[in-house]
């Protein structure tokens, strides 16, 4: 059983940063070298989007929407997940979700596609104010 828990959202003001954590639990010694680590996020009326993804079968990918302010990255051995994000602006306001999956990904088209991913938490709400 994996167990995901997201930390670190709060109310912020536009242009300003936050860093969000995940923390991977449960029995994953066997599968944790072969991942897929994920942050989505929805906002109110609006579909779940992926924003970023780190793998070990590709490289760091962004959505277009936040390229060159966001920051995905991996802490192997405290088994966690962080978003940085920098410049947030209004847009950015959404419940934040990591997701994780240990299965053999190929290509190249499934990075933000929701039902690759087994394991999600319960989301951490992003506030950011103009």
């Known amino acids: 059983q994996v167990q995901l828990a997201e930390s670190g959202g709060a109310p912020v003001q536009a242009g300003g940063s936050l860093r969000l954590s995940c923390v991977v639990a449960g029995d994953i010694s066997n599968i944790y070298n072969a991942y897929s680590m994920a942050w989505f996020r929805q906002a109110p009326g609006k579909e779940r989007e992926g924003v970023a993804v780190i793998s070990s079968y590709a490289s760091p990918t962004y959505a277009d929407s936040v390229k060159g302010r966001f920051t995905i990255s991996r802490d192997r051995t405290k088994k966690m997940v962080y978003l940085q994000m920098n410049s947030l602006k209004p847009e950015d306001t959404a419940m934040y979700y990591c997701?994780?999956?240990?299965?053999?990904?190929?290509?190249?088209?499934?990075?933000?596609?929701?039902?690759?991913?087994?394991?999600w938490g319960q989301g951490t709400q992003v506030t950011v104010s103009s």
């Open positions: 997701a994780a999956d240990f299965r053999r990904k190929y290509g190249d088209v499934w990075y933000f596609k929701q039902y690759e991913y087994t394991y």
